[in-house]
Nanobody, 125 residues
Framework: LQLVESGGGLVQPGGSLRLSCAAS????????IGWFRQAPGKEREGVSC????????NYADSVKGRFTISRDNAKNTVYLQMNSLKSEDTGVYYC???????????????????WGQGTQVTVSA
């Protein structure tokens, strides 16, 4: 299973970005996807996740109401729509795949077996 993130960039506070995570090597509905981020000098933290069947989603408290996760299994792609961005959202964003869990998803790095290379998101004026 390979994961490739895209859509990062530089955006002003209050702006929006949409990240994409394209997966290959597994059927589109056979894994949960999590989005994680890591700021300089900080640990990697869970941002949002979506179950393999897209029924279950979770969000970190810090992004609830601003970020929306979705998936298109026909395209093997998961999206993270990020609105009302703040400077504290800055970091490298990673997507990861959990091929074991069904019907739910975890915001824990240890639950995920496959990771992408990451895409940089910088929120700055």
């Amino acid at each position: 299973l390979q994961l490739v993130e895209s859509g990062g960039g530089l955006v002003q506070p209050g702006g929006s970005l949409r990240l994409s995570c394209a997966a290959s090597g597994f059927a589109g509905d056979s894994f949960a996807i999590g989005w994680f981020r890591q700021a300089p000098g900080k640990e990697r933290e869970g941002v949002s996740c979506i179950s393999s069947d897209a029924i279950g989603t979770n969000y970190a408290d810090s992004v609830k109401g601003r970020f929306t996760i979705s998936r298109d299994n026909a395209k093997n792609t998961v999206y993270l729509q990020m609105n009302s961005l703040k400077s504290e959202d800055t970091g490298v964003y990673y997507c990861a795949a959990d091929v074991i869990t069904r019907g739910y998803c975890w915001l824990l790095t240890t639950a995920y077996e496959y990771w992408g290379q990451g895409t940089q998101v910088t929120v700055s004026a």
